[in-house]
């Protein structure tokens, strides 16, 4: 393949990304704002400016939708740890990969965000839909194995024999849920980033007593 080729596919492989992006955000922003029953794929369409055709070529329900940010992140996580130096302790590749996927993509630029316990209460009712619910043990579920195989090929163990690098994965899943469950219940409000960090950094230590 040419270079211009490559580019090419490079190109329309970012802008797919920033379509499924956009179209999860736009779920997440009017599911929040509306409640999840009062939200028509239509309507995520439009708010991220596609037809609702494009949304069906990206995502099979509005629960698939709305968990996919959560699912792209985690992925994140993994491509953010294989960059890590080889050198670096792993629990602090690991603590710098999850604060990296925090980080706001293009999508949010522009974006008006609602005030804090106003958006923390719809959160809160988006996530206790059965039918995100499903969705989050399934994207959770992926995000875990390709976490273990990352931390697999990081610390030379194997994947399907070796019980450590799924452990790992497991906790940092969990570490992850308990902080954002803690984010969403903190009164008064709290960042997630050092939430996360605090809660890696127990694991780092193997969870010693308080």
Partial sequence: ???EGGGRVGLRQRKKAETRAMLSWAAIRLAVER???NVRVEDIAEAAGVSPRTFNNYFSSKGEAIVARHLDRSLRVVAELRRRPASEPLWESITHAVLVSLDPGPELAGQPMPEHQQWVAGIRLMIAEPAVQGEFLRASALAEAEIATAVAERTGSDVRRDLYPQLVAATVIAATNVATQH???????????PLLTEALRQLAAGLPTP
């Fill in 35 to 37: 409640g999840l029953d």
């Fill in 183 to 193: 984010w969403l219940r903190a009164d008064p409000p709290v960042e997630m980033k």
């Fill in 1 to 3: 393949m040419s270079i």
